[in-house]
């Protein structure tokens, strides 16, 4: 009898630490370079127009042996009635067999798989001697960027956190983020423009629709990681910036299209043969990343499908491996 | 704390009745008709061609209150290592909450929401007095599409079941079939072109890629359902049994470039056009369906991820209320 894990919420935060899976993300965008990773076209559907949506994103892991989907629902009127307006759920079969192997819940994975996606940015883009993080937008994404950010740039020492609607929101982030190092100052900041010239690596976890960062703001030798930016119409830094950075994405279809490289290439101040490669070419060293300590570096991180499948199969393998989520006959 | 009901494929034999499944699947093709039932694009990726591959069907019924899919993979070394090379899962959400709903088996389920289809074509389509029918084809799918025929065509006397590949197939499949009517005759034949010319209602359930029955062969009033073509290059009938038919499908789009009117169209015997309607347009009584005892009718059933939907949310339901399935913690 065939049998399949059922993975909840709670499951998934006691199972997933953030090395696994920025290891795991590591993993996709090398898989992704090489060709064993493939990414099948989107599915997207409107219920209603800015109330109510679904998207599917699939694809194949062929050498961590596993494919599968996420389905993300955004339900605008669900808080409304106590409920999240974000819910997905993922499938993962086996890639030697076609056999189904769990259904996850997507929503602490997701954040988790987006804040390693932000940090693996920065830890083959920054700067080695970087120190100073500018994190943009205090909602949900800004702690699990943060996290794995603290993960992989050790040398960290401060952390700005900037909100774009008001300033208590940040105070009120930090004052609650529970991960603190005693060796990184974590500072709530208004003045959005000092912050930008004095960090080394910014990260934008916004649903701006207009530029944040102004290129005049920007020293030479930063790095962006721009997570915020994944439908038509978004953007959360100046384009002219993007026409004088070294740009990288998780997926170039996805940047040009939906991504922060969106509006720079709509507009003409850059063309998609701007940017230089995708970022698995970087970890797979087919591609330079950062060449100048004066570089300024742009990872555009639209989020694919193969992240949720690649953490999601981490969850899975460990809940095995430590009895954690539900088995389930099928 | 959000539960979600996971079905194996013993709950599911459990579950499924094929009148609800056919009530189901009339409503899927009423949904489409109206608009209320939308069919998302196909994702389909080939891991080795002939080998591998799998396929996500989605879609969303307004109506009934459920949007999801189906994906289903394709292994054909399985069967070697003991496994199905054939399993699939279906995964449901509800349309006022975007909340996941369940996880379904799909092996049986398809079984019955395909018999279903093909007995549909027949309800609406076949002349009123009915009692003859071919199946044609032994496999898996042949006992489904007997046993929902026989729900919906009550003057049902016999049924001659015809196997391609060898009479012994056909004789195994009636010896072994376990739900024989005692007002029906269960007959294996050899001769398809007599059987043919003694039928009313043809059901087409074979992985053929040739014409297995000639247009000389079909007597007037005969009925048509065609279940087997699903990917292109497959076909069960002459094409010219098309050219002097009234043809209906269940998607026009799928129908014309995987289903049964595929070749015929694209060799010129017939056109896009000739296509009368899609079914629900017949149910929901905007074309007819038969109009004389003498026209030939053809059902193209290409199969729809709508129909997984409608029967696996039957499936749930009836799971909720007598307690059958595994209610898990999300």
């Given amino acids: ?157 401060k952390v700005f956190v900037y909100d774009p609607i008001n300033f208590e929101s940040a105070k009120g982030f930090i004052s609650k983020f529970e991960y603190k190092l005693d060796s990184i100052e974590y500072i709530p900041v208004q003045d959005l423009e000092t912050s930008v010239a004095n960090s080394d690596i910014i990260v934008t976890a916004t649903p701006s629709k207009k530029p944040l960062i102004m290129k005049e703001w920007v020293k030479a030798g930063t790095h962006f990681s721009c997570m915020g930016s994944d439908m038509s119409g978004k953007q959360e830094i100046d384009e002219n910036i993007l026409k004088s950075a070294k740009l990288f994405t998780d997926d170039i279809l996805q940047s040009v299209s939906v991504g922060e490289f969106e509006v720079g290439i709509n507009n003409g101040t850059i063309t998609k043969e701007d940017i230089i490669c995708e970022i698995g070419d970087v970890l797979n060293g087919e591609y330079d990343g950062r060449t100048s300590d004066n570089d300024i570096t742009v990872f555009d991180s639209t989020g694919i499908g193969l992240q949720d499948i690649a953490a999601g199969y981490i969850a899975i393998q460990k809940a095995k491996k430590i009895n954690i989520g539900t088995e389930v006959k099928f």
Same sequence: chains 1, 2.
């Fill in 1 to 157: 009898m065939h049998k399949i894990f059922v993975l909840s919420e709670d499951d998934t935060r006691q199972l997933l630490e953030l090395e696994e899976v920025i290891e795991g993300i590591e993993n996709v965008y090398k898989e992704k370079s090489s060709g064993s990773g493939k990414v099948f076209p989107l599915v997207f559907h409107e219920f209603e127009k800015g109330v109510a949506d679904m998207d599917i994103k699939s694809g194949t892991l062929d050498k961590m042996g596993v494919y599968g989907l996420k389905l993300v629902s955004w339900f605008g009127n669900n808080p409304s009635k106590g409920l999240p307006s974000l819910s997905g759920i993922v499938m993962l079969f086996d890639s030697s067999t076609g056999l189904p192997i769990g259904t996850i819940s997507a929503e602490h994975m997701t954040g988790m798989r987006t804040g390693a996606a932000g940090a693996i940015g920065a830890k083959y883009l920054a700067r080695n001697n970087s120190e100073v993080m500018l994190m943009v937008g205090s909602g949900h994404q800004a702690s699990y960027q943060i996290r794995a950010m603290q993960t992989v740039i050790k040398g960290l020492k």
